[in-house]
């Protein structure tokens, strides 16, 4: 087989492999920001538990100190029936009329903590609906991991050992001008040509669409025992079928 066969063969297995992998990849990625955004959902929720836990207790404080007010001015009122003077009535008509009105705020300043809790609660209910919802999700991101490995994993390795094989036969030179460009370009080490206008002998890469010049097009059908690449882009060039049979069909 020419190296530029030898290439291609092994470019495309190379890309099968990476487009498994990362298939793979982005299950992972999506569960990892699924169960961010739980905990960060979980974290909203312990804070608003403990402000809900915080507003029944401060409700339940002022009901307390509004009962202790109304017991004591029961208990003045006790004593009013016996005093004998006025001056003493007076006085314990004051003191239970202003512990009338301290009662009163006192309760309606438990009214209000009430409310609140209540609001907290109702925020706290939709909240946990929302963590019920994105727990879900994330169960349902971890079946796609596990799907997505139980699939891949056997054919990723099978597809892996195949590349592997197709690569043994090229040049170690050619080789780690691959790698590099894999590097270089992400996993793009290699690049087709496109026809732009045949009867010109217009072509273009396809890494980076500069122009080829027509000596390199005639390489890469004269010499495909030759590394021939794009000289803006780098990319090792190869030419598709239906180009060269054109092209052979051409000249002949
Ligand atoms: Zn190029």
């Known amino acids: ?30 569960q990892a920001a699924q169960e961010r955004r739980l905990a960060q959902l979980n974290q909203q929720a312990q804070e608003l538990t ?10 339940a404080t002022l009901e307390s ?24 009535y007076s006085a314990l008509l004051v003191e239970v009329n202003t512990g009338k009105i301290e009662q009163g705020k006192l309760e309606e300043a438990a009214l209000a903590a009430l409310a609140k809790a209540d609001e ?6 939709e909240l946990q609906g929302r963590v019920d919802e994105q727990a879900k999700l994330v169960e349902a991101t971890k079946q796609e991991v596990k799907d997505a490995g139980d699939e891949v994993g056997e054919q990723l390795e099978t597809l892996t050992a195949e590349r592997d094989a197709a690569g043994e036969p090229i040049s170690p030179a050619a ?3 691959f790698d590099r460009l894999v590097v270089v370009h992400d996993g793009e080490a290699m690049a087709g040509i496109e026809e ?4 010109r002998m217009e072509y273009t890469c396809e890494g980076c669409y500069t122009m080829i010049p027509v000596e390199t097009v005639n390489a890469l059908i004269t010499k495909p025992d030759e590394v021939v690449v794009c000289s803006n882009c780098e990319r090792i060039l190869f ?5 060269r049979d054109a092209l052979g069909a051409a000249k002949s």
């Open 120 to 125: 907290l609660k109702a925020q706290l209910d």
């Open 196 to 199: 732009q206008n045949r009867r």
């Open 175 to 177: 080789r780690k001008q």
């Open 50 to 59: 403990a402000q809900h836990k915080q507003a029944q207790a401060h409700a």
């Open 1 to 30: 087989m020419p190296l530029q066969d030898q290439l291609l063969a092994y470019f495309r297995l190379d890309q099968r492999v990476r487009a498994m992998r990362s298939r793979l990849d982005a299950a992972i990625n999506r």
């Open 65 to 88: 100190e509004a009962n202790e007010r109304e017991a004591k001015t029961a208990t003045l009122r006790d004593r009013m029936n016996s005093v004998t003077s006025n001056k003493e």
């Open 239 to 243: 030419i598709p079928e239906e180009i």
